[in-house]
Structure formats: C-alpha cells, structure tokens
C-alpha cells in the first residue's frame, strides 16, 4: 500500500535531489523510496551499534546469538551463482575492482540492469539491508557503507576475500 507524504525541503536541496533523479534515470518517487530505505537501514545500524556487543566465537553456549550468520553462508553463496547474496558480494567486488572503492551506487547500477544475470537484483536495497545486519531474519552481516561508500564488515573480510574468486569468475 503506497502513502502519500507531504514534506518541505530547502529548496536548493530539491533542486539537486531532482537533478541527481535525471542523472541516475530514477523517478522522484522511487528515489525517495530508496531514501526511506537508506534512512532506516542506517537508524537500524545506529541503534545496534549502542547495544551491547555479542559474544564472539563458534562456542556461544546455549545463547544462540546470531553473530557471524554470514560466515557460514560465504561459502554456500560462493557456489551459488543465482542467489541474490552472491550477485550483490560480486558486485561489490566488481565496482571495487573498477574504482578501487566500491559504492552503493555503483553497486545498485550493477544489480539493476537486467540484461547482465550475474548481478541482476531486482530488489537489490531490500536484500543490501539484509545484509548490513546480522540478527533476525536477516541474510548476515556483510557490508557496512557511510550511505555511499561501501566496505565489507571486518569480521567477515578475511572469509569473503578467500573466496573471491568464486564470486568473480566470469560467467557467460
């Protein structure tokens, strides 16, 4: 269910939200949308990061904590070429490899064109979210960003980085 909204911005502020929607070819709705998104992913992040941080380690005990969910996924998503997981990682490392940092916008640009299937995420920020969290129903933490540069979560680095080259192999 859509809901209309009725904001004031400055309008300089408007007038370069609009200019950036013709240069990216979104709607001002779907741009907003992805604001909304955006914005709520990160006041997520803010609130987790003042809680108190879990215990680490693969013997929790009884507490069945979520920390680390993403670790014992890289390997599956590694051999999982279809998975949305493993086309937003492939990503990431391809708009890294071309710029030397990898953003969210870069990376957006690459899992929104239909015609490549080897990144093509139709609900790519939905699934992105999942994937700065590590708790719930979320697919694993894997990526933090500053809301457009984006670098991967250091607890996960080391175990993404070994296998790279399965989310980089050239598929045809």
Known sequence: MRKEVLVSVD?????KFTLACGLTGEGVEQA????FRSYIARAIERERAEEPAPRRGRGHGGGQDD????LQRIPLW????????????????????RTGQASLSAME?????PEDPT??????????????LDSGKSHGKVFEDD?????LWEEVRDTLLAYR????APRG
């Open 147 to 151: 809301g457009d540069r984006v670098w």
């Open 119 to 132: 990144c093509y995420v139709p609900t790519f920020r939905s699934n992105y979210a999942s994937m700065k």
């Open 11 to 15: 309008g300089d502020l408007y007038d």
């Open 67 to 70: 920390w680390g969910k993403a």
């Open 109 to 113: 640009g690459l899992c929104s064109n």
């Open 78 to 97: 590694a051999s999982r070429p279809n998975q949305y997981n493993h086309k937003i990682i492939r990503a990431y490392f391809l708009a890294e490899e």
């Open 165 to 168: 080259d399965s989310f980089c």
């Open 32 to 35: 907003l949308d992805t604001c």
